[in-house]
């Protein structure tokens, strides 16, 4: 009994002396009130999260107001009717448009380039490739007669739920989140529906208990990375498939920071490849907002301008 409580004491002091030592050196506890949802968020049951109806500003420069309809989509056009094909673009931020007026998105511009087609704005912050083809799944009892994806870099961590990619994802209550991803195993590929990461007990109060759960994160998400090239291959592969199921084409916008391995693998899936890359942009500071973020209004024009031809054709064969 005696050696039970001395072993429990010498437990409770080296943690104490634990706890304080990695305290010193600047290490804290989780703090999930500091944590917060991007305003423009609201979940969602199948796609992890999606746009919130409304107006919401944008965090970056000039705290541009963006519209989102009812239906989560960003404004892409005016209320006037259009009867024409219909184009659907899915992708991240930089389709959705972020930190840029509703009229200025490169969607937006495409309307007034190609009046004659309606265009749809599925774009939503923070999604990849197994996102974009979720919302590609909803639209089966309406699809349009072109999909068009924005692929952007990113993509390549975000579809398969890596570390660094979770570690930067908060809900509401200031939890990690795992998004909506795939993994390519033996030969198949694997979808899952991911979810907010639960607190553990005395992780707000303890550096060791946020540590040890940083350690299990690490081990559970271990790998990820090998799995990269061949989930996105995957993933293109079963793009082409539910275009193909819905009579419609797709059109993949390579808007930067796409690997080169990815055009070859877009083109045996079939897929039409509008290659809207230009490195010389890409490290343009005047075409990011503030310098630093998110593309200017003019880096959406010369995106508007490249796909256009392409859309053109497949809207209109």
């Not at 899915?90 to 009046?115: C, M, N, R």
């Not at 990461?197 to 994160?217: D, G, H, Y």
Request: hydrophobic residues 45%; glycine residues 8%; proline residues 7%.
């Amino acid at each position: 009994m005696k050696s039970a409580i001395l072993f429990a004491v010498s437990l409770l002091v080296s943690m104490a002396l634990g706890e304080a030592m990695l305290r010193w050196v600047g290490y804290t506890p989780a703090d999930f009130a500091a944590r917060s949802a991007n305003s423009w968020a609201e979940p969602h049951p199948q796609f992890g999260w999606t746009n919130r109806p409304g107006i919401v500003a944008s965090n970056e420069a000039g705290n541009v107001p963006m519209t989102f309809w009812p239906n989560g989509q960003r404004a892409s056009r005016s209320d006037l009717p259009h009867r024409g094909p219909r184009v659907d673009f899915v992708g991240d931020s930089i389709t959705q448009g972020y930190g840029v007026a509703d009229a200025e998105t490169f969607v937006w511009q495409l309307g007034e380039k190609l009046p004659e087609l309606a265009f749809e704005n599925l774009g939503v912050g923070g999604y990849g490739t197994y996102q974009s083809l979720l919302r590609m799944r909803a639209r089966a009892g309406d699809p349009p007669r072109v999909f068009v994806y924005g692929l952007f870099g990113d993509h390549r961590e975000r579809n398969v739920a890596s570390l660094s990619w979770v570690r930067s994802l908060f809900d509401a209550q200031g939890r990690n989140l795992v998004p909506p991803h795939a993994l390519l195993q033996e030969g198949r590929l694997v979808e899952f529906a991911g979810g907010p990461i639960e607190p553990w007990p005395l992780e707000a109060q303890s550096v060791i208990v946020t540590e040890l759960k940083r350690a299990w994160l690490r081990y559970e998400l271990r790998g990820r990375r090998d799995f990269v090239r061949p989930t996105m291959e995957a993933l293109f592969a079963e793009m082409a498939k539910t275009a193909a199921a819905a009579k419609a084409t797709l059109v993949v916008l390579l808007l930067a920071d796409a690997s080169d391995w990815m055009v070859p693998a877009l083109q045996r899936s079939g897929i039409v490849v509008a290659d809207c890359r230009n490195p010389e942009f890409e490290r343009e500071p005047s075409l990011r907002i503030g310098g630093v973020g998110h593309p200017t209004a003019e880096r959406h024009a010369l995106w508007a301008e490249c796909v256009a031809p392409f859309v053109a054709r497949a809207a209109v064969p």
